[in-house]
């Protein structure tokens, strides 16, 4: 969320790419969409805030 505020652009208007659970969740609770990067390819998870 800070790069996001870095960079002049709303959180909810950001895609994160992660490989962890950890990270998926600090995505959601910045209130940003997120690919989990996985052994099989990317997996979709939208932070459910728009």
Request: net charge negative; with cysteine.
């Amino acid at each position: 969320m800070l790069a996001a505020e870095k960079m002049g652009v709303e959180a909810k208007k950001c895609i994160v790419f992660e490989d962890t659970q950890l990270g998926l969740q600090a995505a959601h609770a910045g209130g940003m969409d997120c690919y989990l990067v996985t052994e099989s390819g990317f997996e979709f998870h939208p932070a459910n805030t728009h």
